[in-house]
């Protein structure tokens, strides 16, 4: 028999049974008691205030650590204690902000990403003349090697990632897009370029952009294990423009668009 009065259960809000004697139930079950037990002993931590200006968050603190971690040691490194220790706070701090280390893991990817594309907007935007397309695609293309010590985590960071996503079908799915936006972008300002005239006309935007993409990612590796220098792997990218945008001079065109093509990659480095 259920009791008339309106009272529930603290936990999960059903119904409670008639008292027969003593004092009245404020559980339904023993499970429901039970877990009542469990939050007065383990309660979850307090909520914390907004940090002080200049100063990353918790979860962001979390994030960096995972960073660190990821880039000295690999992502099979990173237990959830082993990173709470290096953010220097406890494992119950780091299960208050994520759910679970898959959660972690994919919000640190998407950081890790929108930090890259942030400063390839800055790297971007600084190019003094935005019809210079051979400046703008060089830029672009040095995103990829390890300048200093930021990107040189980062690349270690996507590396680890790499890894763990060959056997990881989860990660896999956030690591892996569907598109190929680089290889876009650096195939619209190759065409862009032929269009202009600045470009050799016999060449197919999407195999250059491809082997760009594909051969500096590759040499961003070995300079990170000291195979090559940053100084060699420029060299490099220069031949390469240099063998895209040499053109006969009766195959030149008047410029007129390029202004428009650089607020395009300024877009596309958003997505």
């Known amino acids: 028999m ?16 008639t008292a027969t004697r003593g004092r009245p139930p404020v559980y339904c079950s023993r499970a429901c008691q039970a877990r009542a037990y469990r939050r007065r002993k383990n309660p979850p931590p307090a909520a914390e205030p907004d940090p002080p200006a200049g100063r990353p968050s918790r979860r962001l603190e979390i994030v960096e650590a995972l960073w660190r971690i990821a880039a000295e040691r690999g992502l099979e490194a ?11 706070v406890s494992l119950r701090v780091v299960q208050y902000h994520f759910d679970g280390k898959h959660q972690l893991l994919v919000t640190a990817l998407r950081l890790l990403h929108r930090d890259g594309e ?47 996503s060959l056997t990881d079908p989860a990660l896999a799915a956030v690591f892996l897009h569907g598109g190929r936006p680089l ?31 594909g051969g500096v990612s590759g040499l961003g590796m070995d300079v990170l294990h000291g195979r090559r220098t940053v100084a060699e792997v420029r060299r490099t990218v220069d031949y390469h423009l240099d063998r895209i945008f040499t053109v006969p001079a009766a195959s030149r065109t008047p410029a007129g668009t390029s202004q428009e093509v650089h607020l395009g990659v300024r877009q596309a480095s958003r997505q």
């Open 2 to 17: 259920r009791d008339e009065s309106g009272a529930s259960c603290r936990v999960c809000r059903a119904p409670l049974p």
């Open 78 to 88: 990173a237990s959830m204690r082993e990173i709470a220790a290096e953010a220097g």
């Open 118 to 164: 942030r400063r390839a907007r800055a790297r971007i935007e600084a190019v003094a003349d935005p019809s210079d397309l051979r400046a703008l695609l060089r830029v672009i293309l040095t995103e990829f090697l390890p300048l200093d010590d930021r990107s040189r985590t980062t690349l270690r960071v996507l590396l680890a990632y790499y890894v763990r």
């Open 183 to 213: 290889e876009d972008l650096v195939a619209g300002i190759v065409g862009q370029a032929q269009r202009e005239g600045k470009a050799a006309p016999g060449l197919d935007p999407r195999h250059e952009a491809d082997l760009l993409v």
